[in-house]
């Protein structure tokens, strides 16, 4: 499975910026997918998450900014009204297993190389 993440970049405080990460290598589809982010010095944390069919999950902080999607073997993440504080690697990350609790970086197998976002006070 690979998972190849694009959109990230550099934008002022109140911009917006689409991350796309595809998904290839397995016929079926993941169980759960999600975004995480890691600024530097800091832990990566799990920004938004799909889970099974139906739930969706976003940490308190990005609730009504950011919107995670997906199509086909590509999930999505709009993020508007950036903050300096969304600044980070962003990485994409998929799992297969049904009973994944989906919530932390060790319930994931498998991830993306990363995409950079900058956000500018």
């Known amino acids: 499975v690979q998972l190849v993440e694009s959109g990230g970049g550099s934008v002022q405080a109140g911009g917006s910026l689409r991350l796309s990460c595809v998904q290839s290598g397995r016929s079926y589809g993941s169980y759960c997918m999600a975004w995480f982010r890691q600024a530097v010095g800091a832990q990566r944390e799990e920004v938004a998450a799909?889970?099974?069919?139906?739930e969706i999950r976003y940490i308190d902080s990005v609730k009504g900014r950011f919107t995670i999607s997906r199509g086909g073997p590509t999930l999505y993440l709009q993020m508007n009204n950036l903050k300096p504080e969304d600044s980070g690697m962003y990485y994409c990350a998929s799992e297969f297993w049904v009973g994944s609790p989906c919530a932390t970086v060790r319930d994931f197998t498998f991830w993306g190389q990363g995409t950079h976002v900058a956000v500018s006070s």
């Open positions: 799909l889970i099974g069919s139906t």
